[in-house]
Nanobody, 127 residues
Framework: QVQLVESGGGLVQAGGSLRLSCAAS????????MGWFRQAPGKEREFVAA????????YYADSVKGRFAISRDNAKKTVYLQMNSLKPEDTAVYYC????????????????????WGQGTQVTVSS
């Protein structure tokens, strides 16, 4: 029902910024909560940030608080991840994910039980 395509990744020097975008297909983007995850080589996929269907609530991993900002534009069917003050440890493939809204999102947004996943975009931060 939903296809997600990430873009905006690339190579950036430590301290720099990147903005990732995740474009969704379909006509029901507004009923999905959205999340960003990342996976570095040899490591498990980990939670980065999440946002509710109307953008009213956001969540962040402790490792990115104060540096990353998630937002969405339902009219454009797009979710964004603004990444500032990038560090080499931020290097990973970044994935966006979508899950239908539910009352349990406030307690499970950080888990990987999302319904749809994009193919990922590579972010490399040089030292």
């Amino acid at each position: 029902q939903v296809q997600l395509v990430e873009s905006g990744g690339g190579l950036v020097q430590a301290g720099g910024s990147l903005r990732l975008s995740c474009a969704a297909s379909g006509r029901t983007f507004g009923v999905y909560n959205m999340g960003w995850f990342r996976q570095a080589p040899g490591k498990e996929r980990e939670f980065v940030a999440a946002i509710t269907w109307n953008g009213g609530t956001t969540y962040y991993a402790d490792s990115v608080k104060g540096r990353f900002a998630i937002s969405r534009d339902n009219a454009k069917k797009t979710v964004y991840l603004q990444m500032n003050s990038l560090k080499p440890e931020d290097t990973a493939v970044y994935y966006c994910a979508a899950v239908k809204i539910s009352s349990s999102y406030a307690t499970n947004y950080y888990q990987r039980a999302y319904d749809y996943w994009g193919q990922g975009t590579q972010v490399t931060v040089s030292s």
